[in-house]
């Protein structure tokens, strides 16, 4: 991350902060912590931005599914069942 991005991503955190941005956090959490993760999250006003490959969290807390692929970011409509579909689907080939 460059100085400018560092710089302005410390602005935005800074000043009452209505966003997270949460990167794998289930790592290393049994079922009833990730339980009340996913309550905390659906509680939170702001809005979250979460990477994870926890399907259980994703069920739980996602209102929008995005795709990283191919050096490509898209929506993807139907969520995780349609995200595992494509995936069924690519592993047969």
Same mark, same amino acid.
């Given at each position: $991350?460059?100085?400018? +991005?560092?710089?302005?991503? +410390?602005?935005?955190?800074? +000043?009452? #902060?209505?966003?997270?941005?949460?990167?794998? #956090?289930?790592?290393?959490?049994?079922?009833?912590?990730?339980?009340?993760?996913?309550?905390?999250?659906?509680?939170?006003?702001?809005?979250? $931005?979460?990477?994870?490959?926890?399907?259980?969290?994703?069920? $739980?807390?996602?209102?929008?599914?995005?795709?990283?692929?191919?050096?490509? @970011?898209? +929506?993807?409509?139907?969520?995780?069942?349609?995200?595992?579909?494509? @995936?069924?689907?690519? $592993?047969? @080939?």
């Amino acid at each position: $991350m460059d100085k400018k +991005s560092r710089v302005a991503f +410390s602005l935005l955190c800074i +000043s009452n #902060p209505i966003f997270l941005v949460l990167d794998e #956090p289930t790592n290393h959490l049994d079922v009833e912590t990730i339980d009340a993760l996913g309550k905390a999250i659906n509680k939170f006003k702001g809005g979250v $931005m979460l990477v994870s490959h926890d399907e259980r969290l994703i069920r $739980m807390v996602c209102k929008e599914l995005w795709v990283c692929q191919d050096h490509n @970011v898209f +929506s993807l409509e139907g969520g995780i069942d349609e995200y595992k579909r494509i @995936v069924e689907k690519e $592993m047969e @080939v």
